[in-house]
């Protein structure tokens, strides 16, 4: 079972930048699937970016595309989301998920992934 870790939230304001970061220990997944959610108090937890099981292409919620960029260092075992121009819309608790299994068509579907972080929060203010 692998273990994942997210780190890099904090309170910024809006047009600010963050950097998130997922480190994960156990395994290497550097051909998993891996992708962002996050959730917002009293909302549904809902998908931000990811990678596709081992073709290493990147794929954006509407939202944040143009905004934010999925990056991954397969020798550091971790994966970055880099946020810019965030908006208070973007408040949240960030969680990064891992799977071996998930297909590219249910990538966004937060049931497919079995390995979770604990989350770091991103609070925007205006």
């Not at 780190?7 to 051909?31: E, F, N, P, Y």
């Not at 099981?53 to 397969?74: E, L, M, P, Q, W």
């Not at 969680?95 to 590219?104: D, H």
Request: glycine share 12%.
């Amino acid at each position: 079972q692998v273990q994942l870790r997210e780190s890099g939230g904090g309170l910024v304001q809006a047009g600010d930048s963050l950097r998130l970061s997922c480190t994960a220990s156990g395994r290497s997944i550097s051909r998993d699937a891996v992708a962002w959610f996050r959730q917002a108090p009293g909302k549904e937890r809902e998908y931000v970016a990811g990678f596709g099981r081992g073709n290493g292409r990147s794929y954006y919620a509407d939202s944040v595309k143009g905004r934010f960029d999925i990056s991954k260092d397969n020798a550091a075992n971790t994966v970055y989301l880099q946020m810019n121009t965030l908006k208070p819309e973007d408040t949240a608790l960030y969680f990064c998920a891992a799977s071996q299994s998930v297909i590219l068509s249910n990538l966004r579907n937060a049931g497919g992934y079995s390995s979770w972080g604990q989350g770091t929060q991103v609070t925007v203010s205006l």
